[in-house]
């Protein structure tokens, strides 16, 4: 998993409460357990004004033009700025997949489902809760402002507006932990690597027939 620490993005703002995982990426572009390649699905129906199926390219697609996505001044955006109960519905771990395979690194919001909120953060997408007052006003800068953009520091747990006002976020410490240094949850296991080892060992001296 690729280290987090910091982010200095533009801001793309979806302004609906309730966004649910087969709206992030449809159940037909679920093919795949690769991590990679989602991101051309991403809010598909939204996205797109013709029905799109597994393989197609972008190329081939018809984009609807007043998806906030596909406006030109929210081209390349990394921070996706949402509204209450973010990744609602069922429990696909394809849906924090195909936003961060979109580009995004950062997802800000007043509240996210759970399994989508933990799920992230195995991929080293940042959920980040704030409450809903600073959301509306972040939502109203952003939209007033082409070329918004908002310095994300995990280490100071801390979201900077561009004119200077810095909002802060709660985030769990081993979570912080392992999103500074990198670790997902086999990276995790293989700091224990040497005791793994010295397991094994013991294990296949005591009971060799098991190993034959």
């Known amino acids: ?5 910091f982010c ?25 357990i690769k991590r990679s390649g989602f991101g051309l699905n991403l809010f598909d129906e939204w996205r797109y004004l013709d029905h799109g199926e597994p393989g197609m390219d972008a190329s081939q697609r018809v984009l609807n033009p007043d998806f906030i996505l596909n406006l030109p001044r929210y081209h390349g955006a990394q921070i996706l700025l ?4 973010f990744g609602c519905g069922s429990s696909r771990e394809h849906a924090p997949w195909a936003l961060q395979d979109y580009g995004f690194q950062v997802i800000i919001a007043p509240s996210f489902a759970d399994i989508f909120f933990n799920n992230c953060f195995k991929i080293g997408l940042l959920p980040i809760v704030l ?21 994300v520091h995990l280490q100071d747990q801390s979201v900077t507006a561009p ?4 909002f802060f976020f709660d985030i769990d410490p081993f979570r912080k932990h392992s999103l500074l240094k ?25 009971q060799p027939w098991l190993f034959a």
């Open 163 to 166: 004119a200077g006002k810095t």
């Open 1 to 5: 998993m690729k280290k987090f620490d």
């Open 82 to 85: 949402a509204r209450a109960n």
């Open 8 to 32: 200095d993005g533009l801001v793309a703002p979806l302004d609906r409460a309730n966004v649910d995982t087969d709206a992030i990426i449809p159940k037909q572009f679920l093919k795949s």
């Open 182 to 206: 990198g670790l997902d949850e086999i990276g995790l296991t293989l700091q224990h690597s040497d005791k793994i080892k010295a397991f094994e060992e013991k294990h296949r001296a005591a």
């Open 131 to 151: 409450d809903a007052g600073s959301v509306d006003k972040l939502f109203h800068e952003v939209e007033a402002t082409e070329g918004y953009r908002l310095a």
